[in-house]
Nanobody, 115 residues
């Protein structure tokens, strides 16, 4: 059974930092591309960052230079470091992966950035 369990998030002032974590079970984590998505109220879910099994990363243009995705295969965990946060980063953040063409999502973590 595939599970993605998230932690982190919260309320922070603009310019602040947060770190999100997502621990996976039921998968061969080291072989999977892991993704972070976010969804703000009234908006579509968007891909924020990805990291491949070879640790190649990709970012949404609006977060480049501010967010960093990383992984620890020994802990089956993917991280998203959020720095220089802006009010427009306010959203629910989800980790995501695909196993045998089936998408799996974490439970979601709220990030709220006050101005």
């Amino acid at each position: 059974q595939v599970q993605l369990v998230q932690s982190g998030g919260g309320l922070v002032q603009a310019g602040g930092s947060l770190r999100l974590s997502c621990t996976a079970s039921g998968i061969i984590f080291s072989g999977k591309t892991m993704n972070w998505y976010r969804q703000a109220p009234g908006k579509q879910r968007e891909l924020v960052a990805s990291i491949t099994s070879g640790s190649i990363t990709n970012y949404l243009d609006s977060v480049k230079g501010r967010f960093t995705i990383s992984r620890d295969n020994a802990k089956n965990t993917v991280y998203l470091q959020l720095n220089s946060l802006k009010p427009e980063d306010t959203a629910t953040y989800f980790c995501h992966t695909v196993v045998t063409w089936t998408p799996y999502w974490g439970q979601g973590t709220q990030v709220t950035v006050s101005s």
